[in-house]
């Protein structure tokens, strides 16, 4: 990890436990006890990691470094986003064919032929309605309905 | 005499079938994120109602510890503790897992849980009035000390940079702060937002800050999720009798930590296996290799985890008062079904308390054979699955399972941003555990402190409250050990070796 | 007498809400939010409800548990629900009088909560732990009357239907305790039985099943209970304190005028059921039926005499 790094990481860190104490001014004095406390917290571990950074000019252990496509990582995020997201407008099985069809492909590293997409396509249908079924009529867990369809 | 009719009565044919149906799906439900004990135990309470109480009591209680153990499945094979109560099965269980070992810590996770689970349901057994005593003993400065001591976990948790372990602790601490307050009425950190008013739920967090992450990291490479060695198909039984053999001191305390635990109405299994696997570090002669895959650290917390399901019911039956929120299912069970509790039940209902707890153990030894069989197929499943396949059924999880403990689209959103953010800070070295730790402590801690204030303060001293009762001094004493333990070990190693 | 009277008008709207109930209401299964997590006191009700409403409707009420905030989270989100009659909330009263003023901001106002049925009343009971050496009310007043401010008293959050009634009575009997909130009616109760705090306000239903190791000093319910017939009311003992819990079904502000009546109606029918009424009387609840619109009153009866309490606490907080 690079000092820079850690340095701006610790000012983050105080500026946080900052806005806690701030935060809390208006509450009673027992609402504001943990925040105060947690904030101060916050202040001295930023002040230590920035002065062990700055002073001692040494920087922690090393992380591996990224490995991988961050492409894909992006996408991933995206796409797991607007499932969540859009679950109480387009309802649990129309978020859910988006967002399986979508993280298939961003988890894919084969070529694609026609007896993949297939095998894809029931699979995913299947494992997805034993899931639902499971969920919505064994158990009734009450799964988003769409508000569009 | 007498217990061999109850043995008899609780090995009736149709009792078996309760206690494998409901060990079995206790298993699957637990090893579903989002679905908690909690959850499944009230879900199915429904189709109890027309059964007699004693074969209502051991389907619930079979469903409960069956899903304190299923939940593994899914902490160890994916970084996502099924339940809450396999938080600390993560640490351990996944690094094995990733190194291939996940069908060892299976394995494992189902022998600790069985002895675990025998534990707590003969202590419930033999020792319930006593017991339950000492839960009343416990008030909300035990409280306060006891969360602080699962706090200094953070320490253990930090792997190589304590200053960062310890701002993760503090942003989970901040987070449990966020809603109304629970002693002072304060609606704090909420930003006006009605979504904010009930605070950050512990599951989806949970599954946020550990899983997400995984998913993240996964679709960036080609190779397989879990490195495989040899055939997926063994149980590697022999192997896991062997540590479980050499790892007794481990079970016996992680057994009798969540007995202990589970008898407090106000902790439950998340904390027993927390404290737990804390303490078989500290105590270890390794505890370096704790976090990157040590198998005592899964024998630790999952014994502790199934214990606490014999031992929460000792409250619940004694007092009335539910030892984990399953219990309060259960008990809810027992109003309904008319049974009065108290210390009078295990003397006048007698028949029906023992006939249960013999119930108990049957369901507990089943799930040997159930564990093991359902492990294998679930490792096997994960091992094998194609990524195009796990990806999307994981994602599926982490977003059903957060919506579904509260029917919350705001709590699928919070799992979405803290899954994000726990990436984040973990690629500036900052790692999500303790964060976890701080959420599921937070409170706790808060609330004893801010009672004990309150009372002290009527009482005329706050500090005879915090530093005048006898059992709060002793887990004042594990803390500083706790705290200390490792740098005295150091030094007097050092001395022995110069 | 009040609430006898209320009684008896629920009895005679009910019966004629049922005969004029329009059909066709429900035809698939209901959904009714919980606002508290699994097992507490008002989850239990609702899940004694099922089979009566399977019963009574031939569909089922499938329970939402959606705790948090001691409920505000739940009502808040409520007008944001369909309003098509299959979407239905437990609320309870004081607690959506007393929260939107004491814990602001806390999502959503009294006024927002459209309540259809008010159907089950639990009373509150003044209760100390076995050993306590205090007998009587008088002996605790007078306790808190040599010493103010040093008698601990615990119940269920702030701004809760304990807190009021702690409010209420420090009025009353014209002393100070010392109120701790505690998160759960279960935890508060082991603090009691463990004799942590002096005493608590609790819930008659947990008064009669903690028997063992606490004792009711007094219910604050109009008049005495019938499964504890020596328990004292407060009102007899000169201290003018009613209070306890109101259970009811709210429907989304959306809900058109004839659903609303519609699911009033039903739920009346559903809680006329024997075993549901048996099981919730063996556990000390009243229950009741205030249907739609008559309850609206009863609501705003409830507001006015339970908004300067909240205004009470918040001023102390």
Avoid at chain 1, 67 to 85: D, K, N, P, Q, Y
Wanted: with cysteine.
């Amino acid at each position: 990890m690079s000092r820079v790094a850690d340095v701006f990481i610790g000012a983050v860190a105080a500026g946080f436990g900052a806005f806690l104490i701030i935060a809390s001014r208006s509450y009673t004095d027992l609402g504001a006890a943990f925040p105060r406390a947690v904030g101060l917290s916050m202040i001295v571990l930023g002040i230590i990691l920035m002065a062990a950074r700055l002073i001692r000019r040494r920087s922690s252990a090393l992380l591996p470094a990224l490995e991988g496509s961050m492409a894909r990582r992006a996408l991933f995020v995206v796409i797991i986003s607007i499932w969540g997201v859009s679950l109480p407008w387009l309802g649990i099985v129309l978020a859910s064919v988006v967002g399986i069809a979508g993280l298939t492909l961003v988890s894919n590293f084969s070529r694609w032929n026609a007896r993949r997409i297939l095998v894809h396509i029931v699979g995913h249908a299947a494992i997805f309605a034993f899931f639902y079924g499971l969920l919505a009529y064994g158990l009734q867990v009450p799964l988003p309905g769409g508000r569009i369809f | 005499m007498e217990l061999v009719g109850y043995a008899a009565a609780a090995a009736t044919p149709y009792n078996l079938l309760l206690a494998f149906i409901g060990v079995t799906a206790g298993v699957v439900l637990g090893a579903l994120p989002g679905i908690s004990s909690t959850f499944a135990v009230a879900v199915l309470l429904p189709t109890t109602f027309t059964m007699e109480p004693v074969s209502a009591l051991i389907f619930l209680g079979a469903v409960y510890t069956g899903s304190t153990y299923g939940g593994a499945y899914s902490a160890i094979l994916v970084n996502t503790p099924g339940t809450p109560q396999n938080i600390a099965t993560t640490f351990d269980g996944y690094p094995m897992a990733r190194r291939g070992d996940g069908n060892l810590a299976i394995t494992l996770a189902c022998l600790a849980s069985v002895v675990g689970g025998l534990v707590g349901a003969v202590a419930l057994w033999a020792v319930a009035p006593p017991l339950a005593r000492v839960a009343l003993a416990f008030g909300p400065i035990e409280y306060f000390w006891l969360a602080v001591l699962g706090l200094t976990m953070i320490a253990s948790l930090s792997e190589g940079n304590l200053v960062k372990g310890a701002i993760s602790g503090c942003l989970g601490l901040a987070l449990s702060l966020v809603g109304v307050s629970v002693v002072s009425g304060d609606t704090r950190f909420a930003f006006s937002s009605p979504a904010l008013v009930g605070g950050i739920n512990l599951v989806p967090a949970v599954i946020g800050l550990l899983c997400i992450p995984v998913l993240i990291d996964l679709v960036a490479v080609p190779q397989p999720h879990l490195k495989q060695e040899g055939t997926v198909g063994g149980y590697r039984l022999r192997e896991a009798l062997r540590i479980c053999r050499r790892g007794w001191v481990t079970l016996t305390r992680g057994s009798l930590i969540g007995t202990g635990i589970g008898v407090l109405p106000a902790a439950g299994g998340s904390i027993a296996s927390l404290v737990s696997y804390s303490e078989t570090r500290r105590a270890s002669r390794r505890p370096e290799a704790f976090g990157s895959g040590e198998p005592e650290g899964v024998l630790a917390s999952e014994s502790a985890n199934n214990a606490t399901v014999g031992g929460g019911l000792i409250p619940t039956f004694v007092l009335g008062i539910p030892g984990t929120p399953a219990d309060a299912v259960i008990l809810g069970a027992l109003l309904i079904h008319g049974v009065r509790t108290g210390p009078s039940l295990f003397t006048e209902r007698a028949p029906l308390i023992y006939t249960f707890i013999f119930g108990l153990l049957i369901a507990t030894i089943l799930m040997l054979p159930v564990g093991l069989l359902m492990g294998r197929y679930a490792y096997g499943a994960i091992v094998s699955v194609p990524k195009t396949f796990l990806v999307p059924l994981v994602a599926f999880f982490t977003i059903i399972g957060s919506f579904a403990i509260h029917n919350d689209v705001n709590d699928v959103v919070a799992m979405l941003v803290l899954g994000l953010f726990g990436w984040l800070i973990g690629r500036v070295g900052i790692p999500a555990a303790p964060m976890v730790l701080g959420l599921l402590l937070g409170p706790i801690a808060e609330q004893g402190f801010g009672q004990g204030v309150i009372i002290g303060t009527a009482t005329g001293s706050v500090w005879a409250q915090f530093f005048g009762r006898p059992i709060a001094l002793a887990i004042l004493a594990l803390i500083v050990a706790t705290l200390f333990a490792p740098y005295l070990l150091r030094r007097y190693t050092r001395r022995i070796a110069a | 007498m009040k609430l006898r009277g209320w009684l008896l008008a629920a009895a005679t709207t009910s019966f004629a809400a049922l005969s004029g109930a329009a059909l066709g209401y429900p035809e698939k299964p209901v959904v009714f939010v919980v606002p508290y997590g699994p097992g507490g006191p008002s989850d239990l009700g609702a899940r004694v409800m099922q089979p009566a409403f399977k019963n009574a409707t031939g569909h089922e009420l499938v329970i939402q548990n959606r705790p948090g905030a001691g409920g505000a989270t739940a009502w808040s989100q409520l007008n944001s629900m369909p309003g098509d009659g299959y979407t239905t909330m437990l609320t309870a009263m004081p607690h959506i009088i007393l929260q939107p003023v004491v814990n602001q901001p806390s999502g959503y106002e009294t006024e927002d909560i459209t309540i259809v049925l008010v159907y089950g009343y639990l009373p509150e009971v003044l209760a100390v732990p076995k050993a306590s050496k205090f007998q009587t009310v008088k002996d605790l007043v007078a306790a808190a009357q040599a010493s103010p401010g040093r008698i601990t008293i615990a119940g269920t959050g702030v701004g809760g239907g304990n807190h009021a009634a702690q409010a209420l009575f420090d009025r009353a009997a014209g002393v100070r305790t010392a109120y701790v909130p505690f998160k759960d009616t279960a935890s508060g109760n082991a603090a009691l039985m463990g004799s942590q705090v002096d005493t608590a306000w609790t819930w008659l239903s947990q008064g009669l099943t903690l028997k063992d190791n606490i004792r009711m000093l007094a219910v604050a319910s109009e008049e005495r209970v019938a499964l504890a017939p020596s328990l004292p009311t407060l009102k007899e003992l000169g201290y003018n304190v009613t209070s306890g819990a109101w259970w009811a079904v709210a429907v989304p502000k959306s809900t058109p005028e004839n659903l609303r009546r519609q699911v009033s109606q039903s739920f009346a029918k559903v809680i006329q059921d024997k075993q549901y009424q048996a099981k919730m009387s063996e556990f000390g609840y009243v229950t009741m039926a205030i249907t739609y619109p008559a309850v609206s009153d009863f609501v705003k009866q409830k507001t006015s005499e339970y908004r300067p309490i909240a205004q009470q606490i918040k001023a102390k907080k």
